[in-house]
């Protein structure tokens, strides 16, 4: 299927889902934290906290980011299952949508993300090494932050700004492209050269929620990509 099909405007995804003030908050404290990370080189509140104290202060963060978000949506009538999209009421559904995450990560998270990430020769970060877990509380709340980035993440920038900039650039490329690149932006910690493989990789998380008319896939994929990546690279530190 080409891109240009795969890109066609949707009406519903082009009309705001909140007033520009909100949007601009949600913004203000996602790049806030960004740029705290950025400052001090790790994921915020691992140097001041440890890494079980960052952990729990991403994930009170994210939940309420997406706890703002549900309560403008529900004044408008809005639910979040509407945002999240797509159903399960079959297994086969979930069965094609896990299909569809495994087959998006091998293809886009290890050979499009890695391959971009070579000719950049962009070096796995200190920050990111920081934040692998080495204990067992660690690893706990490490898959708890997975399962927390995995939902929230794709309600905030797959879900909500996607609609949101979609709706400001009438152009559903446009907040696909535009969400992907506040997701690079909000990653400070890592760098420059993995902000811009973010950015890149949250495009595609877009174009897929795009397709899918839903984030559920997208949502797999992002739980798998941190959880994987954070128990093999505590386990490679040991």
Not at 76 to 88: Q, T
Request: contains cysteine; proline residues 3%; charged residues 15%.
């Amino acid at each position: 299927m080409a891109i240009a099909t795969l890109i066609q405007p949707d009406e519903p995804g082009l009309r705001a889902v909140a007033p520009a003030w909100h949007t601009a908050i949600i913004l203000f404290i996602v790049l806030g934290f960004s740029l705290e990370g950025g400052r001090s080189g790790n994921m915020p509140g691992v140097a001041a906290y440890g890494r079980a104290g960052g952990y729990l202060l991403v994930m009170i963060m994210e939940w309420s980011v997406v706890g703002f978000i549900w309560y403008w949506l529900s004044r408008r009538g809005i639910r979040m299952a509407d945002l999240v999209g797509g159903r399960w009421p079959r297994a086969v559904d979930f069965l094609r949508d896990l299909g569809i995450a495994i087959a998006f990560f091998i293809v886009c998270g290890i050979v499009v993300v890695n391959g971009l990430g070579y000719l950049l020769k962009a070096g796995e970060p200190q920050g990111l090494r920081n934040l692998f877990p080495q204990s067992g509380t660690e690893i706990i709340l490490y898959l708890m932050l997975s399962l927390t980035a995995g939902f929230c993440e794709e309600v905030i920038f797959r879900g909500y700004l996607r609609r949101q900039f979609s709706a400001l650039t009438q152009s559903a490329a446009g907040g696909i492209v535009l969400q992907g690149i506040a997701f690079g932006a909000g990653h400070g910690y890592q760098g420059w050269k993995f902000m811009l493989l973010i950015a890149v990789y949250g495009s595609l998380f877009g174009l897929l929620a795009h397709w899918r008319r839903s984030l559920r896939p997208g949502m797999i994929t992002h739980f798998v990509q941190d959880g994987l990546g954070g128990l093999v690279g505590g386990h490679l530190m040991k």
